[in-house]
């Protein structure tokens, strides 16, 4: 044993510097955030609550019911129902994710041909019954409402959609047309005159007359 | 005359130092240990059986959930064997993007490891501190992918999107400070003669005894064998990367911490040489399978007895009609995966050989005879996750 040792045993300098680690970090800045007062800062992208892109255009989903994403989604838990209606076109009837079984791949919102999905940065979603955390096409689009609600700028575009050195050439027409999406419809133009003024996007959806005619004055209240 | 019994106890599967759900039931004479038996699959949800059932890109994030603490290096693991199966080549961005990812694992592990394994043997200083850093790796997946545990963000052909520069420059800033956190690890227990105590001398294994139980990662090279998939059999940047190999020589647990301590010092060097080379490019591979894979029909498989009852017809090229074994090191030890493909877009038999499975086996080996207190550090040497025990 060399003296070093002998004194290192002796005066238990190993667990003297230990201390001195700890007391050293009494005094420093805490890390803990205090979490439903803090809250710690979302990176863009984040794979949270579900929700369905309002098309500022028509204020309608993009969804074209192409099946993409039901087919891919690993934990099979979106369902999708296409209806006809009187005029024999087809209209998205249902489409429900059962989120609960979600296990937040995000696998839907890269399939998406025509970025009608997005994965939200809310992630606080929790309740006491199973039917809150169903998502039907109407909760989507209320889930994108409050989403869109809580961020700044005007436009919003999700990574996802068109991920970052993935080639472009590859994907399908619709996808590789889509631009951010404007999130701040009242802001531009008077909302009443939206559906008519605009030209519509060849690559979007025409909007379709029947059966989601009744979302509109629900969705200007909320936007406003 | 007293009559002398062998008292058997459970411990576990709620045992918060089995880590997770690990039951043994152990003999004991007095304090010491006569046998240890091991049983697991509380944890079992049937990942093989799910992963034959879905095409190769659905079942990718199945292997987030085997090892749910470096889950980023079971994706990898899952994307490289299927890549050689398709015959696929990732770009080389792809590869050192996903070489930083599979280091920046390791390091996540480790800390977890450190943490658990500490906390058991009493040290609960380093749990704190540990978890603070390895949130700062959390927040660099959520960075690159928007997820913190369940990343799925490798993808087979490459990965799902590029890195920004913002995540380089903490990625940067990580590889900086972090050295500094591993000395403050290193200051609370490397000497620290409670440490020292329960650790040298303890869970002896010889460098033989560990090859025939078929130990792999850190919990091999504890026992001075230098194997290394990275080394062995390179796959993603590896083979371009200068790293060396660190091995204990005593086959203790204390041998075994030193070994992924260091781990720690060459994952940060592996870091910093791929940030420094990245080169420029796609990150998806032109040939990379979409996510809606065609399934395909299954083909005889000739010889196979299955192969009689399968509808055969020749169909599609692209997925080769063939067996492939491939592994890949991720922090816990050799992770394989095993294909038998019937040439459709699903595995006619996946079978996933996990490092925490190997390493649960070796228990008896390394309790029998040891004190009960033993036990504890030697469940926390071999770093085993249960969930990719039980899969
Ligand atoms: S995130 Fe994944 S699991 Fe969830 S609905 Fe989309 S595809 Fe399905
Ligand atoms: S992938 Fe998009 S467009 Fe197709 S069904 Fe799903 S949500 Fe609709």
Redesign the pocket.
Known sequence: MTVKQLIDKVFLTEILKGMALTFKMMLSKPVTIQYPDEKRKIYPGFRGKHA?VRDAKTGR??????????N?CPSQC?S?KKGRDENNKPF?ER?DIEALRCIYCGY?VE???????VLTEDFGYCSYTKDAIFFDKDKMLKNWDEFVAKLSGDVYWNKFWRPDGVDIAKMPKSKREQAPVPIRPTAAVPSDTVPEKKPVNPAEKPPEPAAEVEEKPEEKKEVV | MLKKKELSINMGPQHPATHGVLRLVLELDGETVVKCTPHVGYLHRGTEKLGENRTYPMALPLTDRLDYVSSMSNNIGYCVAVERLLGIEAPARAKYIRTIMAELTRIANHIVWIATHALDIGAMTVFLYSMRDREWILDLYEMVCGARLTVTYPRIGGVRCDIDQEFMDSCYKFIEDFPKRIEEYETLIDQNRIWLQRTVGVGIISAADAINWGLTGPTLRGSGVAYDVRKAAPYDAYDQIDFEVPVGKNCDVYDRYRCRMDEFRQSISIIKQCLDKLPDGLVLASEAPPYDMPIGKPRVMPGHPMGEILPGELVEEKVPFDELYSATEVPKGELGFYFVNDGTARPYRMRIRAPSFVHASVLPKLCEGSLVADVIANIGTIDIVLGECDR
């Open positions: 369905f989903q993009k969804c074209i019911m192409c099946m993409k994403c039901v891919i979106i999708l998205l489409y839907c399939v998406c041909p025509v970025c009608a999905l």
